[in-house]
């Protein structure tokens, strides 16, 4: 499954839609760091886990089309000649489809990274030792895992219903970062980040996060997982009912 994987793997980051993508993100994530975080938010330093939180939840949107993108080049009715070859393999249909969601996961994460790289050599470059970079990653793993893990359990489900789901899924993600929203129940954490700091009263807090805040991220993880695994058991046994 080695050689599955990495040929998904190719196969996701070589192409040109991923490419589009990715320079309208790191694109956009330069113009964030330049014109917002460089003047810090909620009354915080611009090299604060705080500030760079936010910039990683505003840059979420684009984000997520870009892992829904992964899965629907997976999904799209061009590759279903792969999974034939992989019925005739002897190999569990669900370990196949694990291995190739595994593989658009890791490409998403291949530009997360780069993202994120990017702010912490961009505030590094300007403010060097003073940017406490230990205490970026805690705020970058609350702002980026749940939503990602959540639109990859919703966009393998919707993608083995029909891969058209995954535009409507695409709207919305982006659609999700105009809704209204609280600290606690925001799927892509920006108001915790530029809101929750000036509820404590103290200039340039210690990074912190309410327990309901907390727990809802939690919860979007988790149902992202369980959707994964609904996915994975349901492609499991209709081709088991086929066989």
Sequence with gaps: MGKVFWYELRRSIWNKGFLGI???????????LTGTIILGVANTA???????????????PLLSVLLLFLLWNQSAERTRGLEVLSDAAPVRPGRYLLVKCGAAFTAWLVLAFAVSALG?????ALFGTDVPCARLLLPSLIALL???LFWLGCGLTAGRIHPALLFV??????????????????LYAEPLF????????????????PA???LVRLAYGTAGMALLGFAVARHQSRRERKS
């Design 146 to 148: 749940p939503p990602a």
């Design 169 to 186: 899924l695409m709207a919305a993600a982006l659609t999700a970062a105009y809704l209204p929203r609280s600290v606690e129940w925001s």
């Design 120 to 124: 912490a050599g961009f505030l590094w």
């Design 22 to 32: 990715t320079v309208v993100t790191i694109w956009y994530g330069w113009r964030l």
């Design 46 to 60: 611009p090299f604060s886990p705080w500030s760079f939180g936010a910039y990683l939840a505003r840059l979420l």
């Design 194 to 209: 530029t809101e929750y700091p000036l509820s404590l009263s103290v200039l340039d807090p210690a990074f912190t996060m």
């Design 212 to 214: 309901e805040a907390l």
